[in-house]
């Protein structure tokens, strides 16, 4: 399969999974397994989930597609993650900080703009001809991330990041 082709399915994909993120929590009956990777409330923190999990369920079947025959996969997949969680973040209190409240159209816009800039960002790293040697580092930043999201969703910080705006509470 080509990349680019690949990569197209792969935003398709990640907006449809990362949207059900959103809701899985609830229909699960607030299952704790379910809370790990799922948004429990509306903090900044959990939102992230939407886009990380689906980038990163995608990048360990995409290494089974493309990713084996690519020096640098790890190294776009985990550039990817993080230029969308970081578009996310910024975006949201940029925006917030100027208008002084948030609207769902945009954050939604912002889901959807996260994830296909992330996976540009891929797109470019894996057909580029650079060897960025960082493979190794790249999974365990993944791993790490993914750990974070466990403990963080059931001991949150209490951190503004952490704080779901509608019921002031942390966590599930």
């Known amino acids: 399969m080509k990349i680019k082709t690949w990569q197209i399915i792969v935003v398709i994909i990640c907006i449809i999974l990362g949207t059900l993120l959103h809701f899985t929590y609830d229909w699960s009956g607030r299952n ?3 809370s790990l990777f799922s948004a429990v409330n509306e903090s900044t923190w959990e939102h992230l989930k939407l886009v990380f999990m689906p980038m990163t369920l995608m990048a360990i079947i995409g290494f089974f ?3 084996r025959k690519n020096k640098n996969y790890w190294t776009s997949q985990a550039l990817a993650i993080i230029v969308a969680m970081g578009f996310i973040t910024v975006f949201f209190y ?3 900080g100027i208008i002084g409240t948030n609207y769902a159209i945009l954050d939604i816009s912002s889901f959807i703009i996260s994830i296909i800039l992330g996976e540009y960002v891929a797109y470019q ?3 580029s001809k650079t060897d960025y040697k960082a493979e190794i580092i790249s999974i365990v930043l993944i791993i790490s991330l993914l750990l ?10 209490k951190i503004q990041y952490f704080k779901d705006p509608t019921t002031g509470k942390y966590g599930i």
């Open 94 to 96: 940029t925006y917030t």
């Open 125 to 127: 790293i894996l057909i």
């Open 148 to 157: 974070s999201f466990a403990v963080y969703t059931i001991n949150p910080p």
């Open 32 to 34: 704790l397994l379910v």
């Open 65 to 67: 597609i493309i990713g």
